[in-house]
């Protein structure tokens, strides 16, 4: 079964930056597209960036140009680059597999004060 482990939250002031991981294991990462998600105090849980198997990425519009996700097969590991942070960035962030999804790990908080 895969597991998801995120990692890399924090508290920074508005305009800094913090990079994300996420470590799986229990299944070969290599196959899995891959996405990082967030979700804000109140509202829903929602999809930030996708990048698939071989590298390909995506953003939604809200984070285009500031956020930057890649990943490591050799380690298992996915990263989220986030630049250029604003308040309303703040949220729990969480990386699963894409369009699937495995058991949601702890997530981890991301807080920009302005």
């Known amino acids: 079964q895969v597991q998801l482990v995120e990692s890399g939250g924090g508290l920074v002031q508005a305009g800094g930056s913090l990079r994300l991981s996420c470590a799986v294991s229990?299944?070969?990462?290599?196959?899995?597209?891959m996405a990082w998600y967030r979700q804000a105090p109140g509202k829903q849980r929602e999809l930030v960036a996708t990048?698939?198997?071989?590298?390909?990425?995506d953003y939604v519009d809200f984070v285009k140009g500031r956020f930057t996700i890649s990943r490591d097969n050799a380690k298992n590991t996915m990263y989220l680059q986030m630049n250029s942070l604003k308040p309303e960035d703040t949220a729990v962030y969480y990386c699963n597999l894409y369009p699937l999804f495995a058991p949601w790990g702890q997530g981890t908080q991301v807080t920009v004060s302005s």
């Open positions: 229990g299944s070969i990462f290599s196959i899995y597209h």
């Open positions: 990048i698939t198997r071989d590298g390909s990425t």
